[in-house]
């Protein structure tokens, strides 16, 4: 058993880790109990667990929680929260761009750290940033538009 | 976890007029959901509605949100009817011990039949409200009248429903004939809208069934079997002992190990030395259209037969024939099951995204021999499910550990679980044959299609886990209604469609989306087109001239008329030495021949070096009947269209004799954004007709689009699906040589 300290919407959190390859993914749902990053595939495969470490979107089941000590990592919830979203968590709401929900978590955060280093991405830049991430309701239409709304928000 | 009280919530309000917003309560945490004495019954009112003394309802559905934003449709409708402001209204939905049984949720049912349901019982309420008042206020009933949840009287006096009937019953049953409104007062009805739980979804304050714990709970994995009904020999228990808190259960062939911490499980699962021993004989996808041509034969059925096809057939001069095949498919859901189970000696309860939680308690009931009374299914959100995906089966892999373990217990699939273990939608093969007349228009039309029956008076689909518990559950499957669609929407003075129902199938399989539907009528809409080219007529207007339905051909001009439709025969000649060759096509479908009347037009484009086919523009014009909720309607047929372009361009359930070897996202693509086409949809409404079904219709005539459009663009016609680009490159070289 080991101590990890994490950095996570924040705050810094220290969890038990059995095994120091667990993926952050585990840390962040198990330990953590957030509910924002989601298991998808666990192969890095869909998008549906994706968080930002450092500015950049990346799948957490495929970090172990030790390569993210000493990162600085944000969730869905660390980006807003219902009475104050973040923008493109509004634009998503606004464009009602969901069907079951279950992708959104990797949407948004992939749209987010897109437009973090491309404030105003043309669609096809769009369609690129999100490729890896999978939505199995259809709902990449009002997707598109959310993020496009939210990069001229 | 500590979500015990009713939430509410605002919502954005920023969205200009495109939408309506309010502030609806969002579905109560099921956690906080106490199961009071309440009725059941699905002919009482107050099954469906409690009116609290402060004015709040809550409506109580049997029916379930897999994912569609059902929710604040049934919430309109309840608003609407019981004329009650939509922001007192909250839901819960699919709690057995709570919820009336109103059948399970699936082919765009849930607004048709379950909506309709609670629009009576809503009616029915204020019809037994204003009764109330009637008596309490001295006057009688057709001197009150009811806004915003308050009866009045002509002189001003008013009352609340609170104070009516607030905490007590209405003890009156659906009332047919409880007048409705008059659609054109609607005020909630129709309108788009805002679905209440996206602000949760989006910030990551949603408890979706994956992410609900319990006390003292164990998190397990099933290890599932090297060959489809496998025996297990031998499991080395060793081969955990270095991982905290593992350890296995086993009953017969069902196999699990359980940790207090999920990653110990998933990895535990993954170290778990096992040796199985047979199982298989599965034909393998290769050749899966042969088997099914060979399989055993329950019963034929002529879906119609009208005027004489085979006579006019033999005696005329211009025949064709062809074979159009479906491959098995599967649901794919971005979420891998999930369910939790607490088994106690005299109690169980289930929290699961089961599309009919009431029809699992059943079945769970049946098979382990509990009482249903001592069972609670506590609908949960999932991951979309568009059929029955494994959220049953993991259920019963909950309530199975639970009780070997005697702790609650947590299940989740992982993905090759889920691609591998679904019940898959089934391969479907049919033949068509027909005629032309002199004048170039079918003189005979035949379908002969080899289809899964649904086993007689079969009750359920069987639990994997209960199979391979050795539990007896019945045997058989079920499909729903694939042979929909089977022949044309139009009128032929001749036809017949014969099904071959078949005794089996290769893999377990279900009512994936649209059962059916989306495989007949790729073969059904691509054999119009391709008897459109053999006469040498355009596509359009070959399908004008088969139709008399004037709603019919009014929704194929409408779509004409946005393409910009310019009438030739395809393949379009003009197109054939480009790098990348354009292509259109025009559809038709009457969906199941009773539902929405709809006409797609397609766009793609075909790269001819490597065969991949891009679908670039999609047209939609959708009869919708009474829409609820327009914007949600439009989610769904939009959602229809994306999914079944996937479905045509790359999904294909691979196989072989031991199981299924497309088991994740790379051996099971699914479409991606930079593929996703431009989608125009015109929904037409018609507000004083009964809701037709949202988005299943949408599915079925794609496949047969893009197949006719692929034969527009390259003169290649393909009839298998997936167009992947061997495929279709490989019809472009044999095209180009004949």
Redesign the interface.
């Known amino acids: ?1 080991a101590n990890v300290t994490l950095r996570v919407n924040g705050r810094s959190q220290t969890i038990d880790a ?2 120091p390859n ?2 952050l993914l ?1 840390a962040l ?3 953590l ?11 890095g ?2 998008g ?1 667990c994706t968080v930002i470490v450092d500015g950049n979107a990346v799948r957490s089941c495929q970090t172990s929680v030790t390569q993210a000590q000493g990162k600085e990592i944000t ?3 660390g ?5 104050r ?1 973040h923008k493109v ?2 634009a ?5 761009a ?8 990797g949407m ?1 955060m992939s749209a987010t750290a897109l437009l973090a280093k491309t404030p105003k991405p043309n669609e096809a830049q ?3 940033a ?13 997707i ?1 538009r959310a993020v496009m709304r939210a990069a001229n928000a | 976890m500590n979500q015990m009280i009713l939430e509410r919530r605002q919502f954005l309000k920023g969205s200009g007029a495109l939408f309506i917003a309010f502030t609806i309560a969002d579905v109560i945490p099921a956690e906080a959901q106490t199961a009071p004495q309440k009725s059941l019954a699905a002919d009482a009112v107050d099954s469906y509605l409690v009116v609290e003394r402060d004015g709040r309802v809550t409506l109580y559905a049997g029916k379930v949100d897999i994912g569609t934003g059902a929710r604040v449709a049934y919430r309109q409708i309840v608003a609407e009817e019981l004329d009650t402001p939509i922001e007192r209204i909250a839901m819960i939905d699919g709690d057995t011990a709570l919820c009336p049984d109103q059948g399970g949720t699936g082919g765009s049912t849930g607004i048709v039949n379950g909506g309709m349901q609670i629009r009576q019982a809503s009616a029915s309420a204020r019809q037994a409200l204003v009764a109330i008042a009637a008596k309490t206020l001295n006057v009688p009933p057709a001197d009150l009248s009811v806004a915003d949840g308050t009866v009045r009287t002509r002189d001003g006096r008013t009352v609340a429903y609170g104070e009516l009937v607030g905490g007590g019953h209405f003890d009156v049953k659906l009332d047919p004939k409880a007048p409705l409104k008059d659609p054109g007062q609607y005020k909630y009805v129709g309108q788009p809208v805002q679905r209440p739980d996206l602000p949760a979804k989006m910030t990551g304050r949603h408890t979706y069934v994956h992410d609900f714990r319990l006390p003292n709970m164990l998190h397990a994995r099933v290890v599932r079997p090297a060959a489809i009904g496998a025996t297990l020999a031998e499991v080395d228990e060793r081969s955990i002992a270095n991982i905290p808190g593992a350890r296995v259960v086993r009953i017969n062939n069902f196999l699990a190990v359980v940790a207090e911490r999920e990653w110990n499980a998933v990895r535990a699962a993954k170290a778990l030395r096992v040796r199985w021993t047979g199982g298989g004989g599965l034909p393998g996808s290769e050749g899966v259209h042969a088997a099914v041509r060979a399989a055993e034969v329950a019963r034929n059925e002529d879906l119609i037969k009208k005027g004489d096809s085979a006579g006019t057939l033999r005696g005329a001069a211009r025949k064709f024939a062809a074979t159009y095949e479906w491959p098995a498919q599967s649901h794919a859901s971005m979420g891998p099951s999930c369910a939790l189970a607490d088994y106690k000696p005299d109690s169980l309860t289930v929290w699961s995204s089961s599309q009919g939680t009431h029809g699992l308690r059943r079945i769970i009931g049946r098979e382990l021999n509990i009482p249903v009374e001592q069972i609670r299914v506590i609908y949960m959100d999932g991951s979309g499910s568009y059929g029955t995906n494994g959220s049953d089966d993991v259920a019963a892999d909950a309530v199975l550990i639970s009780r070997a373990v005697g702790r609650p217990v947590r299940v989740q699939w992982m993905r090759e679980d889920e691609h591998g273990f679904d019940p898959k939608g089934p391969p479907q093969l049919l033949d068509v044959r027909a005629a032309l007349d002199a004048s170039g228009n079918i003189a005979a039309w035949e379908t002969e299609a080899w289809l899964p029956e649904n086993t007689p008076n079969f009750r359920s689909r069987p639990m994997l886990a209960f199979l391979a518990a050795g539990i007896p559950q019945p045997v058989g499957q079920s499909v729903a209604q694939v042979q929909g669609n089977a022949y044309p929407s139009y009128d032929l003075p001749n036809i017949t469609a014969t099904v071959h129902w078949l005794k089996s199938t290769p893999l377990r399989p279900s009512n994936l989306r649209a059962p059916g539907k989306p495989g007949n009528v790729f073969a059904v809409e691509s054999f119009i087109d391709e008897l459109a080219a053999a006469a040498n007529r355009d596509a359009l207007e070959f399908r004008l001239a088969h139709l008399k339905d004037d709603f019919g051909l009014g929704l194929l001009k409408r779509v004409a008329d946005r393409m910009n439709w310019k009438s030739r025969p395809s393949p379009n000649r003009d197109n054939r030495n480009g790098a990348v060759l354009l292509g259109r096509s025009i559809t038709y479908v009457w969906y199941k021949h009773m539902d929405n009347r709809m006409a797609l037009g397609l766009e793609v484009s075909v790269e001819r070096a490597t065969g991949k086919v891009r679908v670039t523009r999609v047209v939609a014009a959708v009869e919708s009947g009474l829409m609820i909720n327009p914007d949600a309607v439009k989610n769904q047929v939009e959602g229809n269209i994306v999914q079944a372009v996937s479905r045509t361009l790359l999904e294909e359930v691979t196989f072989d004799q031991s199981g299924v070897t497309s088991v994740d996202w790379r051996s099971y693509p699914i479409l991606t954004f930079p593929d996703v086409p431009v989608v125009e949809v015109e929904l037409i409404g018609t507000p004083r007709d009964k809701p037709l079904g949202a988005g299943e219709a949408a599915s079925a005539p794609v496949p047969a689009a893009i197949a006719n459009a692929v034969f527009d663009a390259t003169g290649a016609r393909i009839r298998r699906v997936p167009l992947t680009p061997a495929r279709v490159r490989g019809a472009l070289v044999s095209t180009r040589q004949t």
């Open positions: 058993m059995d095994d667990m993926p585990y749902r198990d330990n109990e957030l509910h924002g990053p989601k298991f998808g595939c666990g192969l495969q869909c549906a969730t869905l919830e980006l807003g929260s219902p009475e979203m968590q509004a998503f709401v606004a464009e009602q969901a069907q079951c929900g279950y992708c959104t978590n948004i769009v369609r690129q999100l490729a890896g991430n999978l939505c199995r309701c259809g709902t990449h239409v009002r598109l």
